[in-house]
């Protein structure tokens, strides 16, 4: 008897799509889109169609293993889980008794994204007296800069955008990384609206967009105070709106009159004619959208990009129009009560927190506080994290214990002295909410858990157990916590509970499509042009417009390098089947013909990309596509699947950015020559 089963997409990716899972004789063998999910609208993205075969695959790990050859090497032998429960209990515990439980650090972060897994450690390492982890590596430097300027809080929904008659795709390659956006932007486009894109490169999106800003990487808010110039200088402002909703104006009008559009064609490599364009298109629109992504924040100056970019919408009243509006991230999940499940309080005052973007520091034997316990779940912070020399190096420590829970042998995976067999999102019951949409999803197992495999939940309430932990976080189960989570008393929540969750179906959270009509949630209660908060921390109170960009080493390293997704992985995930490393095709770097022909390069030619830091060996994909001095190269590639062995964040540094510390992985200088 086959039957299809409702569950949820569990990686990071806005679309948090609702599934239907085939199920025959107890394995997952179809996956398809829930036709009845407003938001997924019955289709899914190419990646995970492919998950059947990633949950049955035959190199799933299915049981514990221990290591047996020299670190690194790979070589392990299969345990049972008592005895692999019992070494990890043992390891904490001699840890924590020789060098304090300081130095046992918790590595996770977005393998998977439902709140009760992704979350399932937290209580028992706050407990323990662990370093606690600074989770940081994606958003915290987007969301700070968005904060300051709009406020926290959900921003303008994508189904609004449908009645937009301009869209701004703002550093953010909807049609890999967002894909359910499109639907939307495609609507709006039937009914006449415009798509524009500004990005450093013709990505997927800018090649199905009516207009592309090829910008240079970390420029954005010199292209914004532009934008912002025309705006002023054209008088295409709304005042209502100004004088009601927003704070600092006229300090802005005299710092936006220190960009006209040719000095801002200067700093972003835009034309000045395309800049009075797009102001005037901008200002002149009934009702102009802006989706922006984490491209303009992966930078030095990220949070200050993006809280430029979030200002624009004030000018000219967008946040008023049906359809206007700005998103960078939208959802139920702040709503979640997840405080019983963490229990911060269980951490003891004066606990050290790691930065999880400077991994590669805080695992060198140098380090002020050494690690000697490193306990990594859904992450692959080998292939991941920035500046993998310094994070292999430390991985490779013989005085660092490292334990795995993972479903696959990854670049981490094989330094580990314990790996754990993990579960995957089929075998589990969990609650989701989006980062891209407002439903709330709850999933029951579709079917048992592969092997011996493990879900990180009952792993942790069982060592939990085994070291004597008897707080109530550590025995309510599954059900228990989900209900905690829903009972957080938040009006977005209203009449979303277990209980009506259960039928597998989405609920859609009470947030409005356009929260900004109801308001910002800043300290002023208004859009800050003008931000106290910045300014009571000694920094700029208005946008600036100086670029990113990393120290070249006079010269050395003279191309800009950026970083982002490729449509086949997952961030690292994906790179495990081997159809999809096939689909990805070789990694590959974007050159300007300028910049190739220079070099001695050709399209196609094998090239070796350094810097300081670190080098790949990648194909060069000569092509206009980028400005001169700008190179791209998407994907997360294990290095092991690389022709030089090195994935892209060996050429990425661990320095953080300027509001938030998230990481720069945009913001990279380097050289390019033929591989010898
Ligand atoms: N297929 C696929 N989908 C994914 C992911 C994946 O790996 N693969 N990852 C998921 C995750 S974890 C996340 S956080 C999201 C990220 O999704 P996005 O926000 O779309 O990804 P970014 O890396 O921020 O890159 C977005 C775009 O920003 C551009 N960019 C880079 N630097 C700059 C800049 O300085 N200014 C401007 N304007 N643009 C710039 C890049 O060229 C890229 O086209 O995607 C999620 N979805
Ligand atoms: N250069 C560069 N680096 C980047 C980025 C970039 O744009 N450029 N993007 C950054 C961003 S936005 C992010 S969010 C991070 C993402 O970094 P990570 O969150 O580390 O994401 P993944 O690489 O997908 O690794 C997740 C791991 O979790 C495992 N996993 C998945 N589900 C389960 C489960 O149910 N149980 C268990 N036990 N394991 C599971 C998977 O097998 C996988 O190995 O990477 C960052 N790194
Ligand atoms: S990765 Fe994103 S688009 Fe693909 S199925 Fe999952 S949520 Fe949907
Ligand atoms: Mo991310």
Redesign the pocket.
């Known amino acids: 008897m086959d039957s299809w089963r409702p569950s949820v997409c569990?990686f990071?990716c806005p679309d948090t799509c609702g599934l239907l899972v085939r199920v025959k004789e107890g394995r997952a063998t179809a996956v398809k889109g829930d036709p009845e999910h407003p938001f997924t609208q019955g289709f899914i993205c190419q990646k995970m169609a492919q998950y059947p075969a990633r949950v049955h695959h035959p190199q799933r790990i299915t049981k514990p293993l221990l290591r047996v050859g020299p670190k690194g090497e790979g070589r392990f032998k299969e345990i049972g889980w008592d005895q692999a429960l019992a070494l990890a209990a043992a390891k904490l515990e001699e840890t924590a008794a020789k060098h304090g439980p300081a130095a046992i650090l918790p590595y996770s972060?977005?393998?998977?994204m439902g709140h009760l897994?992704r979350n399932a450690g937290h209580a028992f390492f706050h407990r323990l007296g662990a370093s606690k982890l600074g989770r940081t590596?994606?958003s915290s430097t987007a969301s700070a800069g968005f904060a300051y300027s709009l406020g926290t809080g959900p921003g303008t929904d994508l189904s609004h955008s449908r009645l937009s008659d301009l869209i701004i795709v703002w550093g953010c390659n909807v049609l890999t990384t967002n894909l359910h956006a499109w639907p939307w932007f495609q609507e709006a486009r039937r009914g006449g609206a415009r798509l524009v894109v500004i990005d450093p490169y013709a990505n997927q999106t800018a090649l199905k967009a009516d207009t592309h800003l090829k910008l240079r990487p970390g420029s954005d808010a010199a292209l914004a105070l532009g934008l912002m110039q025309v705006l002023i200088n054209e008088e295409l402002l709304d005042h209502e709106f100004i004088a009601a909703h927003t704070l600092g104006f006229a300090d802005l009008q005299a710092r936006a009159a220190e960009y006209p559009p040719e000095r801002a064609a200067e700093l972003t490599g835009v034309s000045a004619a395309e800049i009075v364009e797009l102001g005037r298109a901008y200002g002149r629109a009934r009702a102009p959208y802006i989706r922006t992504g984490?491209g303009p924040a992966?930078q030095l100056a990220g949070g200050m990009a993006m809280r430029t970019i979030a200002l624009l919408p004030a000018l000219v009243g967008a946040f008023e129009r049906p359809g206007g509006g700005i998103l960078r991230s939208v959802g139920a999940g702040a709503c979640l009560d997840l405080s019983r499940l963490t229990a911060e309080e269980l951490s003891p005052a004066g606990t050290p927190t790691v930065n999880m973007v400077q991994l590669g520091a805080a695992l060198a034997p140098e380090a002020p506080r050494p690690l000697h316990l490193l306990w990594v779940?859904?992450?692959?912070?080998a292939?991941?994290?920035?500046d993998s020399s310094a994070v292999l190096k430390g991985l490779a420590r013989e005085d660092l214990f490292l334990v795995c829970?993972?479903?696959?042998m990854?670049e981490t995976a094989r330094w580990a002295d314990l790996i754990l067999p993990?579960?995957?999102?089929l075998e589990i019951t969990e609650l989701y909410t989006s980062y891209g949409h407002r439903y709330v999803q709850m999933a029951k197992p579709v079917i048992a858990p592969v092997g011996q495999c493990r879900s990180?939940w009952s792993v942790f309430q069982e060592m939990a157990g085994r070291m004597g932990f008897d707080e109530e976080v550590f025995t309510a189960d599954e059900e228990q916590h989900i209900s905690w989570m829903l009972d957080s008393g938040s009006p977005c929540l209203e009449g979303i509970t277990l209980q009506s969750l259960s039928a597998g179906r989405p609920l859609l959270a009470n947030i409005p499509a356009n929260p900004y009509e109801r308001g910002f949630l800043t300290p002023s209660g208004k859009v800050e042009f003008y931000c106290e908060a910045l300014a009571a921390q000694g920094l700029d109170p208005l946008p600036d417009g100086a670029p990113s960009r990393e120290d070249d080493h006079g010269g050395v390293y003279p191309l800009q390098l950026i970083?982002?997704?490729r449509k086949q992985f997952?961030?690292?995930?994906f790179n495990e089947l081997e159809a999809q490393r096939e689909r990805a095709g070789e990694a590959e770097i974007y050159l300007h013909p300028d910049d190739a022909a220079a070099r001695g390069i050709v399209d196609g030619g094998l090239v070796r990309v350094f810097n300081g830091r670190g080098e790949c060996l990648l194909r060069a994909k000569v092509s206009e596509a980028v400005l001169p001095g700008v190179t791209v190269a998407e994907g997360?590639y294990w290095g092991a699947h690389t022709p030089g062995g090195t994935g892209?964040?060996h050429l990425?540094s661990q320095a953080l950015a300027d509001l938030g510390g998230s990481s720069a992985?945009h913001c990279n200088q380097v050289e390019v020559a033929p591989a010898p």
């Open positions: 569990p990071d972060y977005a393998g998977h897994h590596i994606c984490c992966r779940y859904l992450s692959n912070p292939v991941v994290a920035p829970q993972e479903m696959f990854t993990g579960a995957g999102s990180l970083t982002p997704p997952l961030n690292s995930t997360l892209i964040n990425t992985f």
